[in-house]
Each structure stands twice: as structure tokens, then as C-alpha cells.
């Protein structure tokens, strides 16, 4: 949460402003007309010219309010420089030659923008000394009908010389209007800062500076670097230049970082609260192809991915469709070479591989460990809850695992997953619970959607069936063999099992599951045989023949009536008590009765006795005795057995 003093803090440090346009425009000398500042800060830029990195300048309103002014880079070739810029931007000035117009680097920038879901801005037409009266009406003009169906539509347009100062008091009172009209930023969350800029201070070491994308950082904080996962503590921080206590979301922020070297962390990294951002390679997202690009995109293209302050290569994988038309939006996932640290909601820029052009953008939806296939339309439509539920956290947390599918989603992996602190996905957690949108497996922790878990019932009963066809004489199966054959932890395949018997496929007998629908497997003669068996071992009684002895009454091998024996057991109509006795359960609950009367009316029982109570000679009488002391029935001391006590006496 934000310290108390954060409100004050937000006002003064009021916004972030970006300069846009193309080269040679009068982007910086604007900066410096309106600031003073010089914001090519490189001998490169100022030699010839040509903002090739960021600049930045300090700009102050006059109700004292600091405003950060980044100047980004006009050339096609620093396109990268631009985007990092455009982070964290509150407001954009479009910037326009009055001797040149609407330029291509014009165009593609205001597409950027657009694209980077940039909402405020205004255009300024520079360089009105160098042209005819009349030429910046028609700039104008032409503007107008440039800037029609982006945000920048009615936005004011006003004219200026960074030559004479003509028309700057005009820009500076819109830049202080709009900066006024700037909401504060929400600065709860997790901290996350993308770095645009590393550098060292001597005396101080390593310095990192960038605008947040959220939550807040005050001194001593403890945080991460990512991707490469290192601990930093925060040593000093700067807001728009002035030390502070504590800076946040949407301002110009420069931290004085320990225990790392200034090269060891670049454009592209990003300064985290630890524990609640991933490094990904496969990114969810909503992409829109610009109607510029003028013909269809196929999936599997190779493209550069920009977003924040990071860029790479990487394939653009389309979901619900062959290919992007132009104008289209799409589901898609991105497969980078290079892991990059994103939140839902962030917005990125894509451009074609080799040669290198602006092919559109969009909104990240997520991160997921599994490679996507196409025309899924569960895939889609988890997609498209994830769009949905952007900013509500308890409908993002459901549709990340539903995302999940039939892997269970651990507790503690949930809240880098939603970018949200375990306090705040906790309470979401028992929400979704109670309303039965999740399912807690067993008790390891691990939570599945409710919707895959009918999906899971139906791959353990094909799995079953394929046990039963391997094995008819097997009554049903462990939740072991299933597990294996299913390719499911044993947890998540009984979570499966449950809900089959819950809608009345499955039957579950002692450890044993059996499928309802399975039939076929046994012969005719198998079922006679079964029957024989059966109504055998009942007559008999404590008297029942061996294995070898049945079959050779049957006429049939010895291995098959074991296998019939088997199946009776599984069906809890005989037990197997060693190698050569076989009772029916009927016999042994009476056998059972007969023990728990003697025991009452004694206190206990011989081995000996057994025999006279149970009517049974010692070949079956000891393995029945053996049995009870199994499951807990009685409790033998040498010769003598007596009932073991209850738990609740």
C-alpha cells in the first residue's frame, strides 16, 4: 500500500510527457524552448543533430508542479528508442514541421501510440518561421484530417517557433492544462519498474531510472531484478530529480541501487517487488494488425517484439484464425527467443522480423508454460475471459487456472501468475471455492477449475476401459493403475474418479474402480464359471477346496480360476487369506459375529477355541485369525486373542 504522504507527493509530481513526430521535426528543440534543457545528451546527438536515445528535461507548471519531458527519436531506425520512451507516458505532443507536414516517421509513430493505448495528447506545429503565412493553415488542415479515428481526433493544434518563441506561451499553457486534467495514479500493486536507463554515480555506484508501471518504491526496499533474478536493496530514490522518500506509479523515477554493477542491468530489465513477476517466453495476447499493413498476415511469422522498455524477436502464433487480415484483431501467442517480464494489460508493438515494418499491436492477456495450438476454441474463449477480467482480479484469477487446463495450479505460484500479493489472492482463493468455479486437489495444495474436471472424468473412463479390455478378469483398478495409464498424479486422477461416480459412470468398491459401461471381457462360459465358483465357496463354508482343488472339480486350468477368484474378490464376494485358502465374505461375517460373542462373553479367545467357535479345522481357522488381527479387530497376545478396544472408549 501507498505510504500516507503519497497523495502530496503524486500532486507535485504531477506527469509524464512525451514529444512524438518525425525526424528533424523540432521535437528537441521544443524540449529545450519549453525546459531550457538541452535533451540530446549524447556528443553523437548534439554533433549531428539527431536524437538517437531518450532525452530527458524537467519541466515545472506554474502552480509548481513537476512534469517529466522525454523526448523520443524520430528516425525509423531508433523506432525501439521511441517505444521505450512512450512508457509510462501521460500525455503525447505529436510534433509537425510546418515546411514538411505529415511525414512517414509521423504516421508510424501515431500509429505506435495508438497502439500503446496512449489516450492524451495535442499536436504542435513547429517551424512556422521558415514558411508562409498561409502554409501552417493548411499543415493544419491536413493534420486534421491525418489525425481522424485516433485519440489525437479534436485534439488543440497549436502553432510555434522554437526559433522566435512565437506561439511557446500557447504550448506551454495546453502542456499545464493537460497536466492538470491528469488523474493521480492508483499506486497500489506490486512495484515494477521497466529500466530505461543504468549508469554510475561515483560515490554512489549503480543508478537505474525509468517511469513505474505500478505500486511504489521507498528507501531500504528490497527488490528484484528480472530476468536475471537478482536481490537489490534501494539506497536513495529521486523523483523529476528531488530526493525523496518514497516515488510510485507514472512518475520520472531514478533509484540509487546496491549489490549490483551498472552493467549488469540495461534496457530491457525490470526492477520488481520479489516474487510476483515471471520471466516468460510464451505470452498470451490480443493483437491488431494496422489496416496499413494493407494485405493478410499469416500465423508462424517471425517478428520484433517491443513492449516497455524490452525488445526481441520472436514467432507470432495466431489461435482463431489462419491468418490477420488488416484492421483484425486476433487471438494469438507470442513465443519469444528472449524471456521478458509482462503483466495483463501491458501493451505491446510488433514489427515484421526482416524488413523490418510496423505490422500492429496490442494488450498482454497473460503467460502460460504450454505452446498453443490452433483453432482450440477453449484456448480462445480462456483468452478471451482473461481479456475480460483485466482489472477485476478475482475474474482473472479463475480464468488463469481454467487456463491451467487439467494441470493443477499450485497456491503459491498464483499470485506471480495474477501479479497480485498472496493477502490479496487468498481471500479471492475461498471465494471462487465457495462458489464452486474451483476445485481444491485433495491436500496438496494445488487448485484445477471446475469445467476440466468433467473433461478429466472423461479421460480416466477411457482409460479405464482400456484397463478393463487388457484385463476383463480384474473387477476394477487402483487409482495407481489409472493414474499411470492417464498420465495424472494420483490426486488429480481421484479428483477425476469422484466426479464420474458423481455422475454415475464409474462404480468404487473397497480400493477399486470400475467402469459401469464395461460388459463385454468375459465368456459366456467365464460368467458360468464365476457363478459355479461362487455358490462353491458359499456351501463350503470353513470348508472350501483349494485353488488346485476347484479347478481340477471345474475341468479347467488352474490359472484361469485364479483369475475368476480375483474377480470375485475385487466384487467383495471372497477373500483370498494365503496362498491356498479361499472364503466367502459370507462365511467370514459369520465367522466374525461368532468371535465378537465368544470375546464378550469371555474376554477372549484361543486358538484352540477358535476352532469350536469358528467350526473350522487349523488350515483355515489360523489365516481367518490372522485376518481379524489384520483389520484391526482383535489384538493377539502369544496364543490369545482379545477384541482390540474401540477408539472412543
Known amino acids: ?71 523520443v527519436p524520430g528516425h525509423e531506425r531508433f523506432i525501439r528508442n521511441m517505444v521505450a520512451g512512450a512508457t509510462g507516458l501521460d500525455i503525447v505532443m505529436l510534433v509537425v514541421a510546418a515546411d514538411d507536414s505529415v511525414m512517414p516517421q509521423t504516421r508510424e509513430h501515431l500509429e505506435i501510440m495508438q497502439i500503446l493505448g496512449l489516450r492524451r495528447g495535442f499536436i504542435v506545429i513547429t517551424k512556422i518561421d521558415l514558411v508562409d503565412d498561409g502554409m501552417p493553415e493548411l499543415v493544419e488542415e491536413e493534420l486534421r484530417e491525418f489525425v481522424e479515428g485516433t485519440f489525437l481526433e479534436g485534439a488543440p493544434i497549436i502553432r510555434c517557433s522554437n526559433a522566435t518563441g512565437e506561439g511557446l506561451d500557447l504550448v506551454r499553457a495546453e502542456l499545464e492544462r493537460q497536466v492538470a486534467a491528469v488523474p493521480a495514479r492508483d499506486m497500489t500493486g506490486p512495484f515494477r519498474l521497466p529500466v530505461q536507463r543504468s549508469f554510475t554515480v561515483k560515490g554512489h555506484g549503480t543508478v537505474v531510472t525509468g517511469v513505474p508501471l505500478s505500486g511504489t518504491v521507498s528507501v531500504g526496499d528490497e527488490l528484484e531484478i528480472l530476468p536475471q533474478g537478482q536481490a537489490v536493496r534501494v539506497r536513495s530514490v529521486q523523483a523529476h530529480h528531488h530526493p525523496v522518500p518514497t516515488a510510485g506509479a507514472g512518475q520520472r523515477v531514478a533509484l540509487n541501487l546496491s549489490d549490483i554493477n551498472w552493467k549488469d542491468v540495461g534496457r530491457g530489465a525490470s526492477i520488481c517487488t520479489p516474487g510476483l513477476f515471471n520471466a516468460s517466453t510464451l505470452i498470451e495476447v490480443r493483437f491488431k494488425l494496422l489496416a496499413s499493413y494493407g494485405k493478410a498476415l499469416d500465423s508462424h511469422v517471425g517478428v520484433r517484439f517491443h513492449a516497455n522498455t524490452t525488445e526481441t524477436l520472436g514467432t507470432l502464433v495466431i489461435l482463431d484464425a489462419k491468418q490477420a487480415e488488416p484492421g483484425t484483431e486476433v487471438y494469438a501467442q507470442l513465443r519469444l527467443d528472449e524471456p521478458v517480464i509482462m503483466a495483463p494489460g501491458d501493451r505491446f508493438l510488433l514489427r515484421l522480423a526482416s524488413p523490418e515494418r510496423t505490422l500492429g499491436g496490442g494488450v498482454i492477456l497473460g503467460e502460460t508454460k504450454f505452446r498453443h495450438k490452433q483453432s482450440r476454441t477453449w484456448i480462445t474463449d480462456n483468452l478471451a475471459a482473461k481479456e475480460s477480467a483485466i482489472g477485476d482480479l478475482s475474474a482473472y484469477v479463475e480464468a488463469t487456472v481454467r487456463g491451467q487446463g487439467l494441470h493443477p495450479t499450485d497456491v503459491h505460484v498464483i499470485p506471480a501468475m495474477v501479479r497480485a500479493t498472496e493477502a490479496l489472492v487468498a481471500p479471492v482463493i475461498e471465494k471462487l471455492l465457495a462458489e464452486k468455479k474451483l476445485v481444491r486437489v485433495g491436500s496438496t495444495g494445488t487448485y484445477l477449475h471446475a469445467e476440466p474436471v468433467t473433461v ?151 486358538s484352540i477355541e477358535a476352532k469350536d467357535v469358528l467350526g473350522g479345522t487349523r488350515k483355515y481357522v489360523i489365516p481367518l485369525l490372522e485376518y481379524f488381527d489384520s483389520i484391526g479387530l482383535t489384538v493377539r497376545r502369544d496364543s490369545v486373542r482379545t477384541l482390540k478396544p474401540s477408539p472412543l472408549t
Open 1 to 71: 500500500m501507498p505510504p500516507k504522504n503519497m497523495e502530496s507527493v503524486t500532486d507535485i509530481f504531477r506527469a509524464v510527457v512525451g514529444t512524438a513526430g518525425h525526424i528533424d521535426h523540432g521535437k528537441s528543440s521544443l524540449v529545450k524552448a519549453l525546459t531550457g534543457t538541452d535533451p540530446d545528451r549524447l556528443k553523437e546527438e548534439q554533433e549531428r543533430g539527431l536524437t538517437i536515445d531518450l532525452g530527458y528535461a524537467e519541466y515545472t507548471t506554474a502552480e509548481g508542479r513537476q512534469v517529466g519531458l522525454i523526448d
Open 456 to 606: 478429466g472424468g472423461e479421460s480416466v473412463e477411457a482409460s479405464l476401459l482400456a484397463l478393463h479390455q487388457a484385463n476383463h478378469y480384474a473387477y476394477g483398478f487402483t487409482v495407481f493403475d489409472i493414474a499411470t495409464h492417464v498420465r495424472h498424479p494420483p490426486a488429480v486422477t481421484e479428483l477425476f474418479l469422484a466426479d464420474c461416480v458423481r455422475r454415475g459412470t464409474v462404480d468404487r468398491q473397497a480400493l477399486e474402480w470400475r467402469l459401469k459401461s464395461f460388459k463385454g471381457g468375459l465368456s459366456q462360459e467365464d460368467r458360468r464359471l464365476v457363478g459355479w465358483l461362487e455358490d462353491r465357496l458359499k456351501t463350503t463354508g470353513m470348508a472350501s477346496p483349494l485353488t488346485a482343488d476347484l479347478a481340477k472339480e471345474a475341468g479347467r486350468p488352474e490359472k484361469r480360476i485364479d483369475n475368476l477368484i480375483i474377480m470375485l474378490e475385487a466384487q467383495g464376494k471372497a477373500k483370498r487369506l494365503d496362498e491356498s485358502v479361499v472364503l466367502h465374505s459370507d462365511t467370514i461375517a459369520a465367522a466374525k459375529q461368532r468371535l465378537i460373542a465368544h470375546c464378550n462373553a469371555h474376554g477372549q479367545i484361543t
